[in-house]
Every structure is written in structure tokens, then in C-alpha cells.
């Protein structure tokens, strides 16, 4: 009898390979880099088993930097590529790394039906509200005001919200995360164990056009009452657990109260439920500045994914069938050009 060998765990190195990597010294990706790198140890991962799939962006130089298999593709294109992936092999486990401007503009709508679709593949939209690969122009979820070269007496549009489009897209998984908090692994965690789409944005400092953008929330003087990292069942909870929010049912949105003596739940405070699309859509929509930013899973409750849909269909138009490739080319149809050239 043969021994099996057994298969070695991978470390975080098992992940790197030997391109340099090229981000401006201080970039925000950097940090998520290594952020999944140490992850995918940890989940189990294998990189002959793997596919990272990017678009064009500052992010989308992702690919060359993970031992894997990967493909940067086209500008916004990465979800009908990693579609065509995971259609070809449901075993792989593919990523698609992305920005706001490659996922939210000239790709929206392949983002929107990837989500729909449900694939099962992680979205890891890299958000750092500007154009940085063309220089700093302004994106899709620039702020009104945002100075740029293609703004410069500030934008008027009204930002896009990744995680409202997402939610609104249908998509079952939905989380946020900060490239530099040591929390990020964690969230990238859950949205692996999820059996379908799961879309993370994740807060991304631009050091070079967009530099300090999040700082109100991300800065560690403002971190304790800037974010509010959810956990399922447990209360909405902030401000090292001395302020909470409770759902006001009279016009249906959160409020801010204090928590007294541990006390949250004499304050009214909620406590979060992965599976509630409603709570998740007002966490998304808290006006930032005035409310905490929701961090963590805001939102999961998986469906069944697009390619188990088409495996079982194409199972099931098989059955019954023989294949035989040279009587499908031998039975193609055939006709006559009578005259040439056509009257047009």
C-alpha cells in the first residue's frame, strides 16, 4: 500500500512571489497585501487551488504580487473574467480585487451582476475615493467638493455608496474593513466562509491624491468613537462600549445613546443579526460624521450560488445523451447562397 503524502499547510510566504511590489511607499494597499497573505494560511487555502482576478486600477496590480494563479484584465471586466473562471472550474477559489472607480464606473454593471448572479467568489473593492492610477481625478464615491484635476471647483456629484450598491444589487455578503486595522483578516475570514458573493470594501488611504480622507474615523484619537465594529449577536456597541444605537421606530432609523454602568441593555441597544437585510441597509446608511462607521459583516445570508445553478442544469440537459463531438459537427445545418452580390 502506498503512503499519502500529506499536503503542507502553507505559511504567509507560501503566498508572496518575487515580483517587487510597486505601490507609492505608504499606499493603504500595501497593508491589505499583507493582510491577505497572512489569511490564507488560515483558511486553509491552497495557491495552486487559487485565482485573483483584477481589473485596472492602482489595486488591480494585486495579481502579480500573490503566488497564484491570476488575471488583470481589462477595466472594470473582472467579474465576467472571474465569471468565466468559475464557471469553467466551481472548485477554485477566486477573488476579485477591484477599486471604486474600476467597480463602480465603467464596470458597474458587471459588478451589479455578479452580485445578482451570486457567484461564489470574494469582491475586495479597494476604496480610497479618488482616481490614483490617471493622477487624482475624482471617482464614484469622491465626496462632493473633492478638488481634483477634473474637479477643480470641487465635484458636485453625490457620492456612490459601495455597500448600499452592493445591498441594492442583491448581494447576500456584505462587510467593511480599514486596509491598516488589525481586523481586516477577520472580516476577509467570513467572507471566505461565505457560499456565494461576498463584497468587502475596504477603506483604503491614498497617500499621494486623497491622503487622510477617512482619518476622522481611521485616526487612532478617533477611533473608539468613529467606528463601530459589529459582531453577530452581540449590541451595536462604540466609544469603548459607552455609546450604543437603538433603532427609533417612529421614522425607522438609529439613534446614538449613552450606555451606563455596561448597562445596554436598559439603553435600548441593538443587537446585531447577520441575516437582517434591513438593519444592514441602516448601517449602511448612517450619515457619516454625525454616526460611527459600521465595520465588520454587516450583512449574510447566503442563497444558492450561480454556478451550482449551472452545473445542475447542465446535468441535468446531459442526461439521457451521448457525447459524441464528430456527430454535433457532422449534423451542423446548410444552405445555398442563390446569388451574389445581395440586393440591398
Not at 462604540?238 to 427609533?248: D, E, H, P, V
Request: charged share 20%.
Amino acid at each position: 500500500m502506498n503512503d499519502m503524502t500529506p499536503i503542507r499547510t502553507s505559511t504567509p510566504k507560501d503566498w508572496e512571489t518575487d515580483q517587487e511590489v510597486r505601490w507609492c511607499p505608504g499606499c493603504g494597499d500595501y497593508a491589505v497585501l499583507k493582510a491577505v497573505q497572512r489569511t490564507m494560511p488560515e483558511i486553509g487555502a491552497r495557491p495552486e487551488n487559487t485565482v485573483f482576478v483584477s481589473g485596472i486600477g492602482c489595486s488591480s496590480r494585486f495579481p502579480y504580487y500573490m503566488e497564484t494563479y491570476g488575471f488583470h484584465t481589462i477595466h472594470g471586466r473582472a467579474p465576467a473574467v472571474a465569471t468565466g473562471v468559475k464557471l469553467a472550474n466551481p472548485e477554485l477559489d477566486v477573488w476579485i480585487i477591484t477599486g471604486d472607480g474600476d467597480a463602480l464606473s465603467i464596470g458597474g454593471n458587471h459588478t451589479m451582476h455578479l452580485l445578482r448572479r451570486n457567484l461564489d467568489c470574494q469582491v475586495l473593492l479597494f476604496n480610497n475615493e479618488i482616481y490614483g492610477l490617471t493622477k487624482g481625478q475624482y471617482s464614484p464615491t469622491s465626496r462632493v467638493g473633492t478638488r481634483s484635476p477634473s474637479t477643480p471647483f470641487g465635484s458636485v456629484d453625490a457620492p456612490a455608496s459601495p455597500c448600499a450598491f452592493a445591498l441594492g444589487s442583491g448581494g447576500r455578503f456584505i462587510a467593511r474593513g480599514i486596509d491598516i486595522n488589525k481586523k481586516l483578516p477577520e472580516v476577509l475570514k467570513a467572507a471566505y466562509r461565505h457560499k456565494g458573493a461576498a463584497f468587502v470594501e475596504i477603506f483604503q488611504n491614498c497617500i499621494v491624491y486623497n491622503d487622510d480622507v477617512f482619518a476622522p474615523f481611521t485616526d487612532k484619537a478617533n477611533a473608539a468613537n468613529g467606528q463601530l465594529w459589529l459582531e453577530e449577536g452581540k449590541p451595536m456597541l462604540f466609544g469603548n462600549g459607552t455609546k450604543g444605537l437603538r433603532i427609533n421606530r417612529d421614522d425607522l432609523r438609529f439613534e446614538i445613546v449613552d450606555v451606563v454602568d455596561n448597562d445596554w441593555a436598559t439603553a435600548g441597544v441593538q443587537i446585531h443579526d447577520v441575516t437582517n437585510r434591513a438593519l444592514a441597509h441602516m448601517l449602511v446608511e448612517m450619515p457619516a460624521g454625525d454616526y460611527p462607521v459600521a465595520l465588520g459583516v454587516l450583512y449574510d445570508n447566503p442563497q444558492p450560488t450561480f454556478e451550482s445553478a449551472v452545473v445542475a442544469q447542465n446535468v441535468e440537459a446531459a442526461k439521457g445523451k451521448t457525447p459524441d463531438l464528430q456527430a454535433l459537427i457532422a449534423r451542423g445545418q446548410t444552405w445555398e447562397i442563390e446569388k451574389e452580390p445581395h440586393v440591398i
